[in-house]
């Protein structure tokens, strides 16, 4: 087969797939498929199979592909610059997606899609963050922030840089996240201890400091709200305003 006949394989081969997006949607693709056509808007002139493959076996999962590091990806045969800046780009747009997709909603009936949002922009990282979803009066999104980066403990957050944050977007509560990069769901007590001192700051003025979420390696987050943790952080903050009111 010269050139010319390999290069018309292709085309079609990455025609078939379009077709079959058109025609099906993502849900009809394989992981490894997903990850070919990706990496053909880098190079849609070369044969991505092998290369999607070769990603999927060293990464595990199609999550894990987009959450790599150029320099991991490179590493990989058949990965370029170029597919490289296919597969952030993809990532990019999922990310600012999610992200104005809950702006203006009500927390309470959006709490899932913050946390898609959240899994999708801090898992992966190798390295801590704490975003912060700044709320409304009536709980509604008003916009999100990552607020501090590193060893998220007490010592390391600012507090007057997030009150500072939220007094400019009007924000009368807050919902803080940070992830694990371990991928462990399990608060740690600093953890704990770093969601009692920013409650206290944010009571202080007058800002309702709603959940603490942990990010892991999975689908689901660790909520201090749901687990009680935050209602008995709620409640020594209450005793410690009222014996220094």
């Not at 050139?3 to 025609?15: D, I, L, S, T, V």
């Not at 944050?165 to 991928?183: K, T």
């Amino acid at each position: 087969m010269d050139k010319g006949q390999w290069q018309q394989r292709g085309e079609g081969h990455r025609q078939r797939l379009r077709d079959k997006f058109l025609e099906q949607g993502i849900d009809a693709f394989t992981d490894s498929e997903i990850i070919e056509l990706l990496l053909t808007f880098g190079t849609p002139r070369s044969d991505c199979k092998e290369a999607a493959r070769a990603a999927l076996e060293r990464f595990k999962t199609l999550p894990a592909v987009l959450d790599a590091a150029p320099a991991q990806l490179q590493q990989v045969k058949g990965i370029g610059p170029k597919n490289i800046f296919a597969l952030q780009f993809i990532q990019g747009v999922a990310r600012r997606y999610l992200r104005q997709r809950i702006v203006g909603r009500q927390y309470v009936h959006s709490s899932r899609a913050v946390a898609d949002y959240l899994i999708h922009s801090m898992r992966g990282l190798e390295h801590e963050v704490l975003t912060v979803v700044f709320l409304d009066a009536a709980h509604a999104i008003i916009d999100s922030a990552v607020v501090a980066q590193g060893t998220v403990t007490v010592n390391t957050v600012y507090p007057r840089e997030l009150v500072k944050a939220a007094l400019a977007r009007n924000a009368s509560a807050l919902v803080i996240a940070h992830n694990h990069p371990s991928g462990s769901l399990a608060p740690s007590r600093q953890d704990e201890e770093l969601t009692r001192s920013l409650h206290l700051i944010c009571s202080f003025m007058h800002i309702n400091l709603l959940d603490h979420l942990i990010i892991g390696s999975g689908e689901e987050v660790y909520s201090f709200a749901d687990q009680g943790i935050m209602a008995r952080i709620r409640e020594d903050c209450r005793c410690i305003l009222e014996r220094n009111g």
